[in-house]
């Protein structure tokens, strides 16, 4: 009956005592998620769809939306060869197009007269393709604009800090003594 008693008042005890430890302290410390980078919180999805606009809308505004304003006279000088050169070549062909037909016409007062026909026609056909390249190069500009801005507002939401690097290194090999060149890959956890 004495070990009953004494289990029960030493369970009681047992049951007791941690009800004590449950009062709370006043000095309580917050810790800060390390992990958490602050500019997580900055991510805006639509970011991208928006530097894609933009530049659709006008090429390079994409860029100066994403704060790359280096990038603007690059879109520029790009459309503006272009466009120069579709100019020029179609001015040239309209120049060997009407010599030709002057000349089928019967005339030979054009400024071109010190060609043949076989040679204003290949010139024709230079010309022309070279205004239709540079047709192709502006379409391709304007699309690289719009595109370059979409994936320059995607990788301004990564965070890149010291914790993942690459770096070039000079290894020496000891069989032939040798330097070999290397990436060293580094990820700090």
């Known amino acids: 009956m004495k070990n009953r008693i004494f289990i029960i008042i ?31 919180d900055d991510i805006n999805p639509l970011s991208p769809a928006k530097a894609a606009f933009y530049s ?15 990038k603007i006279p690059l879109v520029y000088g790009g459309l503006g060869i272009a466009v120069y050169s579709y100019m020029d ?4 062909y309209q120049q060997f197009r009407d010599a030709y037909k002057t000349r089928l016409e019967g ?20 010309y022309q393709r070279n205004r ?12 690289l604009n719009i595109i370059d801005a979409n994936v320059d507002a995607h990788l301004l939401q990564f965070n890149v ?11 020496n090999n000891d069989l032939n003594y040798q330097k070999n060149i290397a990436l060293t890959l580094s990820l700090k956890l």
């Open 10 to 40: 030493l369970l009681l005890l047992c049951g007791i005592i941690p009800l004590f430890a449950q009062n709370q302290k006043e000095d309580l410390q917050v810790i800060n998620d390390s992990l958490k980078d602050k500019k997580t």
């Open 132 to 143: 239709d390249l540079s047709t192709f190069f502006i379409i391709g500009i304007y699309v």
């Open 89 to 92: 070549s179609d001015t040239k």
């Open 107 to 126: 005339r030979t007062d054009d400024d071109l007269s010190y060609l043949s026909n076989d040679r204003l026609i290949s010139g024709q056909k230079f």
């Open 161 to 171: 800090n010291d914790k993942l690097s690459i770096a070039p290194d000079i290894l």
């Open 56 to 70: 659709a809308i006008l090429p390079g505004l994409g860029q100066a939306y994403n704060k790359k304003y280096w």
